[in-house]
């Protein structure tokens, strides 16, 4: 059994920072990649940046620069500072990590999802 437990959303205004976390528990053997996806209101969730095992790191276009993601695999955790927010970043955000339960099994597993509300 493995959770994910996100947190670090909330209400900030344009030009803010939040960090959003996202911590994995349970039977492990290891997770890669890590990866933040994001859905706003009536729109395709859609990938914001991924980050493999040794730490290669991919955006999106409209958060490059911006946004940053890292991972501690001692703490099976997945982080994303996101600086400079942009009212266009209001969504909801959602970690995804693909992980091997077992010598032969892995499973993509998703966050329950955090809310980011960037105000103008």
């Known amino acids: 059994q493995v959770q994910l437990v996100e947190s670090g959303g909330g209400l900030v205004q344009a030009g803010g920072s939040l960090r959003l976390s996202c911590a994995a528990s349970?039977?492990?053997?290891?997770?890669?990649?890590m990866g933040w996806y994001r859905q706003a209101p009536g729109k395709q969730r859609e990938l914001v940046a991924s980050?493999?095992?040794?730490?290669?790191?991919d955006y999106a276009d409209s958060v490059k620069g911006r946004f940053t993601i890292s991972r501690d695999n001692a703490k099976n955790t997945v982080y994303l500072q996101m600086n400079s927010l942009k009212p266009e970043d209001t969504a909801s955000y959602y970690c995804?990590?693909?992980?091997?339960?077992?010598?032969?099994?892995?499973?993509?597993?998703w966050g329950q999802g955090t809310q980011v509300t960037v105000s103008s």
């Open positions: 980050i493999t095992s040794d730490g290669t790191t």
């Open positions: 995804n990590l693909k992980i091997q339960i077992s010598k032969r099994a892995t499973s993509n597993y």
């Open positions: 349970g039977s492990i053997f290891s997770i890669n990649p």
